[in-house]
């Protein structure tokens, strides 16, 4: 028997345990809270014992148990509830990729990228060459995969539009001197080494990093992203690497990029098309973005 002395009639405080707390017999105080103690008071009627000392339903011994059951269960449900509220907060909590976005650049940057290449294409004058340089490293230059590279770039530019790089422009009897073409180039296409096949991040050397500051203020210059294609600099985002005396610069492509929504891709790539000699071609130059065929070749 539990929760009483042997003393008094013990069976209807037995009974209500088992009703109340729905547990095995043989432990009443398996089950037992204060509901059961609650009822216990108020439906039990003490007795006096044969001695006349007042009766308790529930000994000292016994009440000093439920009070420490009490207090356990109360501590136990209280960090139950604060476990479960912590999962449901890591569950519900929603987790922010900073590269997950479509494009880097604010739309107000956007707005005036474009506009600034609507400048450069309805400057231009009618027949001019259009010149874009492709700045790569010598160990890129040297990847068997080069010439299919520089294909994809040449397919994904205008038609028409002239592509040097390094072998063409440089040689012996022309060592390197960067000032004497960029003033003479429409665009650039940086083409940085890859972190791992298929990543976003392209790392460019310090010379390629020059090369791009001299023009991006001015001109076209785009990320040749190898899986992604060609995308605007001004898209992506840009970080300087250490040392200081030779500074890389590590270009990140936005995760959603899709070169067919890019409005700043659009922008470059009719910034850079050659203009046609005839007045249709030079009313092409207007065409609001969304027709067909932006960049197809002017009538001749």
Known sequence: MCLAEDTGTLGHVETILILVCGRAPECSLAGLNHVCIDLIRRHTTPTTARNDTPYSPVSPCSQSLLTWRHFWLTSALGKQKDTQTGMMTIMHATPTNPLDVETFAEPAQQRRFAAAMHRIAADRPPGAPVRVYISAAPRTRNN????NWLAQITDELPDGVQTLHYGTVFNEDRPYDWETVADGLDGLVVVGKQKRPGSRVNLLGPIARLELRSLVARKPVLLYGHNLGLIPVIDCQSQVLTPEDAPRLKLIAPKRWRKGDSPTLQAALRALRPRGTDVGADQNMNVPSHMDHPFAVPPR
């Open 144 to 147: 068997p995969k080069w010439e």
